[in-house]
């Protein structure tokens, strides 16, 4: 199971940082992303990593998003800086068993598991 938080209402350039906590038996191979869906927009992969270390971001997010996981705590985090307008949306965390090709790590296709989102707003 998994539980988006930290969503909220900044200013453009602000920053915020979402958490999302999961629970349940944790594998030992695993990829993990954040996705966003803007309202009339179609879902798209925001950062992912893979239990191997690979890393991928969204060209649009590259620089400023950074994605991180907290294996003590079962957590996976985005921390999110320079926010523009466009980067609102809902967010949502995914997970999956096992490693695919790094390239996959924005597929929505290869998760399994979402969470329920949380919603962020940027204004100019």
């Known amino acids: 199971q998994l539980a988006e938080s930290g969503g909220g209402s900044v200013q453009s350039g602000g920053s915020l940082t979402l958490s999302c906590a999961a629970s349940g038996y944790i594998y030992s191979s695993y990829c993990l992303a954040w996705f966003r869906q803007a309202a009339g927009k179609e879902r798209e992969g925001v950062a992912g990593?893979?239990?191997?270390?690979?890393?991928m971001y969204a060209d649009s997010v590259r620089g400023r998003f950074t994605i991180s996981l907290d294996n003590a705590k079962n957590t996976l985090y985005l921390q999110m800086n320079s926010l523009q307008p466009e980067d609102t949306a809902m967010y949502y965390c995914?997970?999956?068993?096992?490693?695919?090709?790094?390239?996959?790590?924005?597929?929505?296709?290869?998760?399994?598991?979402w969470g329920q989102g949380t919603q962020v707003t940027v204004s100019s």
């Open positions: 990593l893979d239990s191997d270390g690979n890393t």
């Open positions: 995914a997970a999956d068993l096992g490693v695919a090709a790094s390239s996959l790590l924005l597929d929505a296709d290869q998760y399994n598991y």
